[in-house]
């Protein structure tokens, strides 16, 4: 048991650092530190130009393209990163497909689409939920009706986010209606572009558009589309999800809005005084950073776990439930620490043709559209009660 | 950057797991308990022949030459099946303040008997205004002739009750809360002056509350430099915390483990409660409790040796709090999911509550720590 940096670690800090200061565009950073959701345009010019550094997708493999840093050095870019406001990429493609590509298809689709996700050529969505199947995922009604070298898609998915964006999207779909629920869903790889899908934009409580329904009518899916075996889509699935909930703790990010929170409670009063020192408020933040704390350290010690060949069950459910909660907690603070001006909050077109800033101070803007965003976080991913009854199954064989 | 044991680390825990699992069934401890002495004689042999009780000591003075992640290892396994023997109060407050302020004939005279399973120590540092603060000593200690004479009262000292040597923090100068102007005295436990009210605590343990009256020592008693051992304190009383973090996991671990095979057997409406969703939620919660405070306890561990004071002791504050509410909500909620079971003293499970209880607000309880922390963070 050590925590200490080796030499070699710390030379990978300052070249992290280093580049972060030099390449990571100004306006790109901002929206992330206050928050906001990402633009397009913003977030793949950002993403070129990490893939250009080679710094895409340090989980995969090397062979297709990953950076080979060990569990140290992943910890340490993602802390760099998160102090920075640095976004990480966008999870559809690298973090979610990806790995199912490189995992289950063939080399085929391993050539097509791997070295497009590093490059951010394509934007890809993720067609999981549908109205009737949010928690209970298996029941997905969506129908792949084999014809020829095609599928015929029909069906909905929902509150698929930036759909707007997407030239690609990835489908849970029933292929066989005959047999137990989870035994009949493939997994199909579909162009956004393809005849017969539509996009309906889903307003969101922060009165943004990042949600869509996608609607699927008579939509033709080449068979090659298909991931593994038909039939088999519900293995790949759960192995997607299992990746998801890695990430999902967001540790380096919150560390930053505990910053973030500092900063404005030494800036806002409370009784005349900085609220920094109001002791019912320093409290709350304390009570945060420490379970933040412990959050950070488990994180890694499930990473040295997994590091030393150790195999871990549904452990990681405990780092989205944690992060999440955590990641609520801190941004229902930080409009807290806003006192009267978390109210004026309007989303960011109502500004679009208007010559003025947001009201009240510059920190104002972003706290709110982010709490009001972020309570999808323990819902998203698996919800946390759903999390919750993983572990208790898995771990606690109840 | 790493959590994994070495291979002697494991060699260290499989031995302390074999020592729980041999003389610590729920019976046994409770039997233990119950004694006048409230451990076993013959067990404190067993720990030095293993060599346990040299565990952190320097090689020069024949200890092992241990961190505080050994430590952690020992703690962790002792505290999974609420090992009674005087482990922290003899060699990691005790024998951490000899090792540590000492001089060579101090530590020549009582480290060995420490390791050797021959002598006993305990650490007075509370008093009862002081509540969690190390720097509130009343006690005072006169300079007379060649030595000096003690005087006070002495709150709620663990093992005092079997200590040959009892380490007294006293005031040698300033006001009653100054961090300077405190000394560190060796007292023997049966010096003229000393009485003793013994009793026994919720956990198990023994403790005594201890007045001094005029009780005279020489200048050999003085332990360090005269009004300077508040670091001194604070550092050895750091080690302390970082031990009972450990302790409380493997209480934790064990109190979740019993509740958890208690949910697979017990039946109610013709199915094992466990099948309740409620019930379960909770059980998740006590376990990520446990989880947090198991990356807590190897976290402080792995930072206890830092020459950053104010590190150290953000990640000592962390740790406890963290630990603290831990060990609250993990030994009240498996009191709960036993139902009347938990009730019953016959049980395994109330212990554990009540040496989490007592964990919690040894050195500083949750609050305390929460509000050190914030001090240090700001």
Request: glycine letters at 10%; a negative charge.
């Amino acid at each position: 048991m050590d925590l200490s940096f080796s030499k070699e670690d710390l030379a990978f800090r300052d070249e992290v650092r280093e580049f972060l200061a030099t390449s990571l565009p100004a306006d790109v950073k901002d929206r992330c530190d206050r928050g906001l959701h990402p633009t397009k345009e913003g977030q793949v010019r950002w993403q070129k130009i990490l893939n250009e550094k080679g710094w895409m997708a340090p989980n995969w493999p090397v062979e297709y393209g990953g950076t080979g840093w060990t569990f140290t050095q992943k910890y340490i870019a993602s802390q760099e990163f998160g102090h920075a406001s640095a976004p990480i990429a966008t999870p559809f493609g690298v973090s979610m497909v990806g790995p199912v590509i490189y995992t289950f298809g063939n080399q085929e689709q391993k050539d097509k689409y791997l070295p497009r996700i590093l490059n951010s050529d394509d934007w890809w969505c993720q067609g999981y939920s549908e109205p009737g199947s949010g928690s209970d995922l298996a029941s997905l009604q969506t129908k792949a009706v084999r014809d020829g070298d095609d599928y015929i898609v029909n069906g909905q998915k929902i509150w698929t986010s930036y759909a707007q964006y997407a030239d690609m999207i990835f489908c849970l779909v029933r292929t066989d209606s005959s047999v137990k629920q989870q035994e009949g869903i493939s997994f199909l790889l579909i162009d956004m572009k393809t005849p017969g899908i539509t996009v309906k934009p889903i307003t969101v409580i922060d009165k943004e558009h990042s949600l869509n329904e996608v609607f699927f009518e008579d939509v033709r899916v080449p068979v090659a589309n298909r991931i593994g075996e038909e039939n088999k889509g519900w293995t790949y699935a759960k192995f997607l999800l299992g990746n998801e909930r890695t990430g999902i703790a967001r540790v380096a990010r919150s560390k930053r809005q505990v910053e973030r929170l500092k900063e404005i409670a030494k800036t806002e009063l409370s009784g005349g005084r900085p609220l920094a020192e109001d002791t019912d408020f320093n409290n709350k933040l304390t009570r945060i950073e420490v379970d933040l704390m412990a959050l950070e350290y488990t994180e890694l010690r499930y990473l040295s776990m997994i590091a030393s060949g150790k195999q871990l069950s549904a452990e990681p459910s405990l780092l989205k439930i944690k992060g999440s909660e955590i990641q609520q907690r801190l941004t229902g603070l930080l409009v807290e620490s806003l006192g009267m001006y978390g109210a004026p909050y309007e989303a960011e077109r109502a500004y679009e043709g208007r010559n003025e800033a947001p009201v009240g101070p510059d920190y104002a803007h972003g706290p709110m559209a982010e709490h009001l965003y972020l309570r999808a976080s323990t819902i998203y991913g698996g919800s946390n009660e759903i999390q919750r009854n993983i572990v208790s199954k898995m771990v606690l064989g109840l | 950057m790493d959590f994994e044991l070495s291979d002697e680390q494991n060699m260290l825990k499989d031995s302390v797991e074999r020592f729980v699992k041999d003389n610590y069934s729920a019976e046994a401890r409770a039997k233990l308990a119950d004694t006048e002495l409230g451990f076993s004689r013959d067990h404190w042999k067993k720990m030095a022949e293993l060599g346990w009780l040299g565990l952190p000591f320097p090689e020069e003075v024949g200890g092992f030459g241990g961190t505080a992640v050994e430590t952690a290892i020992m703690m962790e396994n002792m505290g999974s099946g609420l090992v009674l023997e005087p482990f922290l109060s003899t060699v990691i407050l005790g024998g951490g303040l000899v090792a540590e302020a000492g001089n060579e004939a101090q530590i020549e005279a009582i480290i060995p008997q420490v390791i050797e399973g021959n002598m006993m120590l305990a650490f007075a540092y509370a008093e009862p205004q002081s509540r969690f603060d190390l720097n509130d000593v009343e006690t005072s200690a006169t300079k007379s002739g060649d030595g000096y004479v003690l005087n006070g009262h002495k709150a709620v000292v663990y093992h005092g009750t079997t200590a040959d040597k009892i380490i007294v923090s006293a005031r040698t100068s300033g006001g009653s809360r100054d961090e300077s102007g405190i000394s560190l005295f060796v007292v023997d436990n049966n010096s003229d002056g000393v009485s003793r009210r013994d009793y026994r605590t919720i956990d198990g343990q023994r403790a005594a509350d201890i007045k001094l009256e005029n009780v005279k020592v020489g200048a050999d008693a003085l332990l360090g430099e005269e009004g300077a051992a508040f670091p001194v304190i604070e550092k050895v009383v750091d080690q302390a915390i970082a031990a009972l973090c450990a302790e409380a996991v493997g209480a934790m671990q064990a109190a979740n483990n019993i509740t958890n095979e208690y949910l697979k057997e017990r039946k109610q409406f013709g199915t094992p409660i466990g099948k309740f969703q409620v019930l379960q939620h909770r059980m998740v919660d006590m376990y990520m409790e446990a989880e947090q405070s198991k990356s807590m306890s190897d976290m402080v561990a792995m930072k206890l040796d830092l020459d950053d004071a104010t590190e150290r002791r953000k990640a000592v504050a962390a740790a406890k709090a963290q630990v603290g509410q831990a060990a609250k909500f993990v030994g009240q909620q498996s009191i709960q999911l036993h139902g009347g079971m938990g009730m019953t003293d016959e049980y395994s499970i109330g212990h554990y509550f009540k040496r989490l209880t007592t964990l919690e607000m040894l050195f500083g309880n949750t609050d305390y720590h929460f509000k050190k922390y914030a001090a240090l963070a700001s």
